[in-house]
Antibody, heavy 117, light 108 residues
């Protein structure tokens, strides 16, 4: 079964840093694109970042320069390092496998990041 | 950057047909994907490549994409279809993935 499990969320003060993990099973992150998508409380979905099979990365304008996506193929895990966090970054962060047509399937259950003093 | 526009809400009676639109500049040249998100759950892909239905998705779900509007159609709507629905594309110029604002489907 293809599955993704996020972890690493929590309460963090403004200006702080946090690293999220996305552990994959049933497929290899080395052979697939993986994206992070977030959803602020009561709001819609916002794409955050993607990492390609060869390591190429892209970011949403709202996080470029502050967030870094990476992966460990041997651990079959994708990471999202988040720095300079603000209240606007408060959201549930989902990771998802991205198909060649750039659709997302499946999604993890999400991990909540709350930025507050 | 590319913008996708969805109506905030759509209401439909059980057994009727719901149509949720997703507007974008010349969206017909792009592949549109649709997701269903029930409260407290992760999104689920229900339509890919404008009109392809992933395994396990009921035939009641269909999609189309012409001109400046993509449409998700849900036939014979059931109470369990009540959810938020999002359209999504890949912007080949910016390499960014873009979601519509989402549409809340209410089954009356």
């Amino acid at each position: 079964e293809v599955q993704l499990v996020e972890s690493g969320g929590g309460l963090i003060q403004p200006g702080g840093s946090l690293r999220l993990s996305c552990a994959a099973s049933g497929f290899s992150v080395g052979d697939n694109y993986v994206s992070w998508v977030r959803q602020a409380p009561g709001k819609g979905l916002e794409w955050v970042s993607v990492i390609y099979t060869g390591g190429t990365t892209y970011y949403a304008d709202s996080v470029r320069g502050r967030f870094t996506i990476s992966k460990d193929n041997s651990a079959n895990t994708v990471y999202l390092q988040m720095t300079s966090l603000t209240a606007d970054d408060t959201a549930v962060y989902f990771c998802a496998r991205e198909g060649r047509g750039n659709w997302f399937d499946p999604w993890g259950q999400g991990t909540l990041v709350t930025v507050s003093s | 950057s590319y913008v996708l526009t969805q109506p905030p809400s759509v209401s439909v009676a059980p057994g009727k047909t719901a149509r949720i639109t997703c507007g974008g500049n010349d969206i017909a040249v792009k592949s549109v994907h649709w997701y269903q998100q029930r409260p407290g759950q992760a999104p689920v892909l229900v339509i890919s490549y404008d009109s392809d239905r992933p395994s396990g998705i009921p035939e009641r779900f269909s999609g189309s994409n012409t001109g400046n509007t993509a449409t998700l159609t849900i036939s014979r709507v059931e109470a369990g279809d009540e959810a938020d629905y999002y359209c999504q594309i890949w912007d080949n110029i910016s390499h960014q993935r873009v979601f519509g604002g989402g549409t809340k489907l209410t089954v009356l």
